[in-house]
């Protein structure tokens, strides 16, 4: 999930950011499911190139993500299998090199996280370590759970709400 992928958003901003019509100090990167993933990767890797983060259910520990999942398909086929197959090359350089968590003490931009509380793709626990994470490195964090959604904000109230934390993230933050 990480190499080449994050390569190529980082080429993107800085090639977006050269744009008379982007504010290069106002940049932010947001995403859901793999991009909330990317999010957290991108989090510690940016370079100062980022002012601010949204990640909504994304993964943030892939250890734990492979032992909390109820869809394995997606870290068996992405990822390469279990993180404790020490035989498996391509596993073993994804949860060594591509893990948000190898790159957390590299964090130092604020950053938003929402959750849906029945989410079972992407376990809540997930955010929570994320948040944590920040919080604990002192870190302008906000972490936003909504307990009776899943892996997508469906109900139009919660929807709404959501709206809402994004963009007074934003005005906070950019």
Known sequence: WGGQAMEDYLSAIDALAKEPFVDSDRLGAVGASYGGYS???LAGIHE???RSFISHAGVFNLESMYGTTEELFFVNWDIGGPYWDESNAAARRSYREFNPIRQVDQWDTPILIT???KDYRVPMGQSQEAFQAAQ???IKSRFVLFPEENHWILSPQNGIAWQR???RWLNETL
Do not use: D
């Open 115 to 117: 959750q849906g509380g």
């Open 165 to 167: 934390e994004f963009f």
């Open 136 to 138: 604990l490195q002192g």
């Open 39 to 41: 999010v957290f990767q």
């Open 48 to 50: 100062n190139r980022f």
